[in-house]
């Protein structure tokens, strides 16, 4: 019942309104693409710099360990500032708080299918309730397999049991590369 409440925003919905009803939807979708597309690009970069720094100075587990502790943290400070919601969800989550609900799944499977035919994979807007969602696929890249590879492949035996450990749950592993990781998910208060 709850996926009633899900619409996709396309601007093509209002064709059969004015032209510039119509005009106004696609600035409105655009500006939200812009301001997601911003967020998630500054998110992953300040993700992934802490992760290669904390790589650096104590090594895969030390950074295993600050990306338990942190990647909230890091995220919703930069949620606060930008006066939006900022999360990363996953069909194959480490986190439980990070797993995708239906319709994030559908969207996974979506851009999996765009990235396997080589389609571009252009971020989707959603609305549900008083919210507007910005969705941006995260692929994955060579650095993730270290955390998120194959065991004994790019996942060392000893990462894989600190996993394990931290997350008895975990469906994170067994990844390569270019594929579909998760979604950014960027929340908007509608006004
Ligand atoms: C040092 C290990 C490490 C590396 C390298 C790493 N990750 Fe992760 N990743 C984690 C941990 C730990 C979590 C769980 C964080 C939490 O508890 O919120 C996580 C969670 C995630 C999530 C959130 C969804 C979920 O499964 O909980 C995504 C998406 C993600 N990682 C993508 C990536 C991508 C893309 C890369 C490469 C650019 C990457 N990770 C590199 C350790 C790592």
């Known amino acids: 019942m ?28 655009s500006t939200y693409v812009t301001r997601g597309n911003a967020i998630a690009k500054i998110s ?12 650096q100075s104590g090594g895969i587990e030390y950074a295993l360990k600050y990306c338990n502790e942190n990647a909230y943290p890091l995220t919703d400070s930069l ?19 990070n797993k995708a609900d239906k319709m994030e799944e559908f ?39 270290t955390c998120h590879g194959k065991v004994e492949k790019e996942l060392a035996f000893s990462t894989d049991t600190l996993i394990r450990r931290l997350y008895p749950r975990d469906k994170a592993i067994g990844y390569e590369v270019n594929q579909i990781r998760g979604l950014w998910r960027i929340g908007f208060k509608k006004n």
């Open 2 to 29: 709850k996926m009633l409440t899900y619409f996709i925003l396309a601007s093509s919905l209002m064709a059969c309104g004015s032209k510039e009803a119509s005009q106004v939807a696609e600035l409105i979708d």
């Open 44 to 55: 992953f970069e300040t993700i992934s710099g802490e992760l290669k720094e904390a790589i």
């Open 79 to 97: 949620a606060q500032t930008n006066q939006v919601t900022i999360k990363r969800v996953s069909n194959r989550n480490r986190n439980l708080r």
């Open 107 to 145: 969207l996974i499977q979506g851009f999996g299918n765009d990235l396997n035919t080589e389609k571009e994979i252009t971020p989707r807007l959603v609305l549900k309730d008083d919210s507007v969602i910005f969705y941006k696929a995260i692929i994955t890249q060579p650095m993730c397999l």
